[in-house]
T-cell receptor, first 112, second 115 residues
Framework: AQSVTQPDIHITVSEGASLELRCNYSYGATPYLFWYVQSPGQGLQLLLKYFSGDTLVQGIKGFEAEFKRSQSSFNLRKPSVHWSDAAEYFCAVGASGNQFYFGTGTSLTVIP | DGGITQSPKYLFRKEGQNVTLSCEQNLNHDAMYWYRQDPGQGLRLIYYSQIVNDFQKGDIAEGYSVSREKKESFPLTVTSAQKNPTAFYLC??????????????FGPGTRLTVL
């Protein structure tokens, strides 16, 4: 069965520090992978997506993610975090069937 | 501007009342979805629709109903049978169903509180 795991429920980083949010997936075929961000009380905004090709993908707001098939991972990174990056982050797998499968999210706190 | 609108943003209802949440999209997307979001549980799929006049149950459909009479509209009714309806509800759409590469786009959400 398809599933997405985000092992970190909550992460706190200092402004200007680097960030890595972990995502592991379980999917039998080629995964289509997405990262979304959600500000409090808002909908989800797409940060980036991976379908094929270069395993390092660039997204909006300075984020990037790397697909590692051998580790079934799609970790999100940012070299220098800004206070405005504080939000909830969701990893998702877009299966070829009917559903998207979402992780439970990682809440990011940025301290000055 | 193209996008997904949900109304109202906040909704309060008394226990035992049915309530309908609105979702409209002008993206010309075929597929539409309703998710429920609770703290620490991520997004759970309630219903989805691939085309007009067709919809399927998701993982937590009990106590909910939907209709898809128009391509751009996918309202969700939370019935009195839903035991714990207080939650944040998100509507999403996707250009085509069954295509893994198609991105889901989300509306701003409706927070339902049952008193």
């Amino acid at each position: 069965a398809q599933s997405v795991t985000q092992p970190d429920i909550h992460i706190t980083v200092s402004e200007g520090a680097s960030l890595e949010l972990r995502c592991n997936y379980s999917y039998g075929a080629t995964p289509y992978l997405f990262w979304y961000v959600q500000s409090p009380g808002q909908g989800l905004q797409l940060l980036l997506k991976y379908f094929s090709g270069d395993t390092l993908v660039q997204g909006i707001k300075g984020f990037e993610a790397e697909f590692k098939r051998s580790q079934s991972s799609f970790n999100l990174r940012k070299p220098s975090v800004h206070w405005s990056d504080a939000a909830e982050y969701f990893c998702a797998v877009g299966a070829s069937g009917n559903q998207f499968y979402f992780g439970t999210g990682t809440s990011l706190t940025v301290i000055p | 501007d193209g996008g997904i609108t949900q109304s109202p943003k906040y909704l309060f209802r008394k226990e035992g009342q049915n309530v309908t949440l609105s979702c409209e999209q002008n993206l010309n997307h075929d597929a539409m979805y309703w998710y429920r979001q609770d703290p620490g549980q991520g997004l759970r799929l309630i219903y989805y629709s691939q085309i007009v006049n067709d919809f399927q149950k998701g993982d937590i459909a009990e106590g909910y109903s939907v209709s898809r009479e128009k391509k751009e509209s996918f309202p969700l009714t939370v019935t009195s049978a839903q035991k714990n309806p207080t939650a944040f509800y998100l509507c999403a759409s996707r250009r085509r169903q069954g295509v893994g590469t198609d991105t889901q786009y989300f509306g701003p959400g409706t927070r339902l509180t049952v008193l």
